[in-house]
């Protein structure tokens, strides 16, 4: 369960996070749970401060954006309409060697010589035997008896006539070597023979990396047949084989076969309802008898099953309806979530970037289809005229714009709670890369400390979020499977469609219905099916002129824990000092924005054995505690104090000393404040205290 010790960074930063209460392994004392992670104390308040950050931005600060809190076990049909249930699968490859399992298209290509084995026999018996030879003639006394076995084996009937002849190889072979003290051939032979017969017959391939001995191959591939029971294996028929191109058929790690790759579904299933679940094992010794009673168990538990949600988006499309209904919002709005979100990843990694149990802050922004804009506003604003950087929204923006707002909109966010543009990358998906029904989709990147370089040195980074343009593929799908209206009615539209010629009414209504036919159709199996498509096009494209049209989607996904790893790994800042006498020292300091900081300031008096300082500093810890984390810590030097909030990333500290109290009378009711990042101090009155803090983690 440890992390992969591949990365040094990495490990400080694993490191820290435990021994700070930042992430914790889940179920630590059982040995872990791979793909889990636990929060600890400053973990769980980072992760808050992030949720609260987000869902601030994109609900509270904003008139066009709902809230909703769904359920994390749905009707299963909900994965069914979303396509997750056929499709929501990673492709899978096992390492025949060392047993591990890999996501095949994470596998690194590899390039060396192919050692092939067609399988082996257990030497136990064997081995012992040639042992008792001189090194220098075991080769030769093997191959001696292989080949005699080979003739051995070409005979019908083992004469006695073959015995003899092996007696007087035998004898030839002794007289030869002069070898009067060692076993003959006859009793090799026999312990092959029997060794041969039980041979493991599976073949099996390694790859040989330039640089390294044969041996290492062979070695490899004697451990795959001891773990299929030959417990002293002697390979049989070694072949070589050079690539000629690097391949992803070998495992990363030890460089034995893969094998083919297979779908993997990511869901987790589980059981609605009082289900007798070993009743749903198939036992494969089932008294026939009961057969019947056993099917019948199965359908009643299939009828029962339910998933974990892989993505907390399709709670909202789900609820669409009912959010317009009760919001008062009309198109262009969105509905935010934030919440939990389970995938059984084949191989979870990298710390939390890739687990199997995370929170997502999903928004589904719903917009009118390009048509819809242009029949409204008589134009669709192009990429260039809108600008979203620096616009606000327009009602002319058709799909591109609003991607575009919403990508802006995003990276604004990141860079508000501290992590820079520098920091951070964008890709545009490929239409290669693309999901069928998706128009366009942007990766917000962020240059995690083990994502890869290119050949230059640059980094690009890994997926901290990605904004995708999903057409109205969502809601129509839900509108399939669930038989209910999706769509919305647009006064505005259908007062600009009576406005309009009759030649932009047929133009864009074409193009509406070619959307739609193009989305009916893909899922139309028959000549039937494929009339009803049609037929249900036209009747969506004659909606427009009634104010009728199912919404497109934008849809920015972020990942509550990539973005809290981002942060960690973004802050995470060491400084390794020597002393005079030679004595070197490191100090951690977590330098995160006062945004998200866990702690938002330490509250200390000088001593803690002046009554009158302890009591004015639990004063000042009571007048910032209702507005925001604080941490009152009276022991210790004022230094290990200072050094235990830079290692938590508390941005501020303040102190209350004896000028707080009116020693220098000029200084009375004034706390010093330091600051974390260059650990500059200054006074402040007490009374301006909380708004000056308040402007800074706000
Ligand atoms: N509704 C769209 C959707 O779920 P996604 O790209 O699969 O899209 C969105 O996931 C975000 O969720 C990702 O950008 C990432 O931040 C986060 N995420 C996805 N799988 C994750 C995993 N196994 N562990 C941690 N975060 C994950």
Known sequence: MAEPKENLQMEKIVSL???????????????????????????????????????????????????????????????????????FSDPMVDCKGCKKRFRADQIEPQTGIVYHFSGAYDGSKFNPLLNQYPPEFRDAVKSQVLEFAD??????????????????????????????????????????????????????????????????????????YQQRGINTPNLLDERTEKL???????????????????????????????????????????????????????????KNIAYLRPETAQAIFAQFKNVLETSRQKVPFGI?????????????????????????????????????????????????????????????????????????????????IGLSRETLGVHHQTANELAHYARACTDILFKFPFSKKDEHGNVAGDELEGIAARSDFDLSQHQRFSGKPMGVFDDELR?????????????????????????????AKTSEEVDAA???????????AKGQYIPHVIEPSAGVDRLILALIANAYSEVTSTDDKGKSETIYMMKFHPRVAPIKAGVF??????????????????????????????????????????????????????????????????VTIRYRDDGRQERLKTSELLAFLLSKIR
């Open 336 to 416: 935010a979530q934030v919440g939990k979100a389970f995938r059984n990843e084949v191989t979870p990694r990298n710390f939390t970037f890739r687990s199997r149990e995370f929170e997502q802050m999903e928004l589904e922004f719903f917009i009118k289809p390009d048509e819809v804009v242009e029949a409204i506003c008589g134009n669709v604003a192009t990429l260039s005229d809108s600008q979203p950087s620096t616009l606000n929204p327009q009602s002319n923006w058709g799909w591109q714009a609003w991607h575009q707002y919403w990508v802006e909109e995003r990276e604004r966010f990141y860079e508000g």
């Open 17 to 87: 996070c435990k021994r700070r209460g930042f992430i914790f392994q889940s179920s630590e004392i059982y040995g872990g749970i791979n793909g889990f992670w636990d929060y600890g104390p400053l973990g769980a308040e980072l992760k808050r401060n992030v949720k609260e950050l987000w869902w601030h931005a994109m609900t509270r600060q904003r008139d066009d954006v709902a809230g909703l809190e769904a359920t994390i076990i749905m009707s299963p049909k909900i994965w069914e309409a979303s396509g997750h249930v056929d499709t």
């Open 151 to 224: 003739d051995y084996k070409k005979q019908t009937d083992p004469s006695e006539e073959i015995v003899n002849a092996l007696k007087a190889r035998a004898l030839k072979f002794k007289a030869e070597f002069k070898q009067d003290n060692c076993p003959p051939l006859t009793e090799l032979h026999k312990e092959y023979s029997e060794a041969i017969q039980n041979k493991c017959d599976n073949a099996n391939s390694v790859l040989l990396l330039p640089g390294k001995p044969a041996e290492s191959a062979r070695k490899t591939a004697m451990q795959f």
């Open 534 to 544: 049609l037929k249900q096009a036209d009747e969506d494209a004659n909606g427009l």
């Open 244 to 302: 000629e191109a690097p391949t992803t058929c070998f495992c990363n790690e030890c460089q034995s076969e893969l094998t083919e790759p297979k779908p993997f579904t990511l869901m987790f299933k589980t059981y609605v309802g009082p289900v007798n679940v070993s009743a749903l094992d198939y036992k494969p010794d089932i008294d026939p008898k009961k057969l019947e009673e056993w099917f019948k168990a199965f359908n009643e538990g299939e």
């Open 605 to 670: 008096p000088l001593l803690k054995n002046k009554p009158e300082l302890v009591k004015k500093a639990q004063e000042v810890r009571d007048l910032l505690r209702p507005w925001m984390n604080v941490y009152y810590d009276e022991g210790g030097s004022i230094g290990k104090r200072y050094a235990r909030q830079d290692e938590a990333g508390t941005p501020f500290c303040v102190t209350i000393d004896f000028d707080t109290l009116g020693e220098k009378p000029e200084l009375l009711d004034t």
């Open 495 to 523: 007062a600009a469609w009576g406005k309009l010629p009759k030649e932009k009414q047929d133009d864009l209504r074409k193009r509406y219905y070619n959307h739609r036919k193009n989305y009916l159709t893909k899922s």
